[in-house]
């Protein structure tokens, strides 16, 4: 993929790169990496989860 140079699309492809290489430049096991991927989505989906409960138990707060 060729993204406009120092646009957004650009630098997130240019960081995940940078992650990639050091996890094979550190010699990292394939199941490392895919288990901190998971750890990462999943603290990210924790995450999304908490704020959408609160956000409706707000909601429903207002509705009473």
């Not at 990496?33 to 429903?60: F, G, N, P, W």
């Given at each position: 993929?060729d ?5 957004s ?7 995940l ?5 050091r996890?094979?430049?550190d ?21 999304a ?10 909601q ?5």
């Amino acid at each position: 993929m060729d993204y406009k140079p120092y646009s957004s699309e650009w630098h997130r492809l240019r960081y995940l790169k940078e992650a990639i290489d050091r996890y094979f430049d550190d010699y990292a096991p394939t199941e490392t990496i895919l288990e901190d991927i998971d750890t990462i989505l999943s603290a990210r989906s924790e995450t999304a989860l908490d704020e959408y409960t609160r956000v409706t138990d707000l909601q429903k707060k207002l509705r009473e």
